[in-house]
């Protein structure tokens, strides 16, 4: 089963064990529920735990894993990356992964080809599609200012462009 990024260690929490990990998932809710299972890639081994405590704080998750509750067990993994599997069945039926995005083409409103979606950011506010477009990077926020239709299926998303959006030299 494919695996998604879903987050990124930042820090420990306490004394007993607890990660304080970034998320960067649309579904971290149930990502990081008590019981479910969880991938920390730690020098380029996958390691599955399963959450035994999960909480939000500020901002962050706090979670811990089970025989993991020691912080001088788990300080380790800050810095790693975390992973979920690739679960359809957090999708509702009009909805899709992020990551189902690369790869398709971006036409704009008029039918010009701009070119492949190369990857997907979060500068904060957004997300940011990154286009190559003739072998430069476009950016693209992804906003219903900009984003006009996404055809999974078709593999086509439709964007309107303002002047400037993209340098033409």
Same mark, same amino acid.
């Given at each position: 089963?494919?695996?998604?990024?879903?987050?990124?260690?930042?820090?420990?929490?306490?004394?007993?064990?607890?990660?304080?990990?970034?998320?960067?998932?649309?579904? !971290?809710?149930?990502?990081?529920?008590?019981?479910?299972?969880?991938?920390?890639?730690?020098?380029?081994?996958?390691?599955?735990?399963?959450?035994?405590?999960?909480?939000?704080?500020?901002?962050?998750?706090?979670?811990?894993?089970?025989?993991?509750?020691?912080?001088?067990?788990?300080?380790?993994?800050?810095?790693?990356?975390?992973?979920?599997?690739?679960?359809?069945?957090?999708?509702? !039926?009009?909805?899709?992964?992020?990551?189902?995005?690369?790869?398709?083409?971006?036409?704009?409103?008029?039918?010009?080809?701009?070119?492949?979606?190369?990857?997907?950011?979060?500068?904060?506010?957004?997300?940011?599609?990154?286009?190559?477009?003739?072998?430069?990077?476009? !950016?693209?926020?992804?906003?219903? !200012?900009?984003?006009?239709?996404?055809?999974?299926?078709?593999?086509?998303?439709?964007?309107?462009?303002?002047?400037?959006?993209?340098?033409?030299?």
């Amino acid at each position: 089963m494919e695996k998604l990024k879903i987050g990124k260690i930042v820090g420990t929490h306490g004394l007993k064990g607890e990660l304080k990990i970034r998320s960067n998932s649309d579904f !971290a809710d149930k990502r990081f529920k008590k019981g479910n299972e969880i991938i920390i890639r730690y020098q380029n081994q996958d390691l599955v735990y399963k959450i035994i405590t999960s909480r939000i704080h500020k901002g962050n998750y706090l979670v811990s894993f089970r025989d993991n509750q020691d912080i001088n067990l788990v300080e380790k993994y800050i810095g790693s990356f975390v992973y979920g599997y690739k679960d359809d069945e957090l999708l509702d !039926a009009d909805e899709y992964f992020y990551t189902d995005l690369i790869g398709m083409q971006v036409v704009s409103t008029e039918g010009t080809k701009i070119g492949p979606v190369t990857s997907i950011y979060d500068n904060t506010r957004h997300d940011i599609l990154n286009i190559d477009h003739n072998g430069k990077n476009v !950016a693209i926020p992804y906003v219903d !200012a900009f984003i006009k239709d996404v055809d999974v299926e078709k593999k086509i998303i439709v964007v309107m462009l303002i002047k400037g959006l993209i340098d033409e030299d």
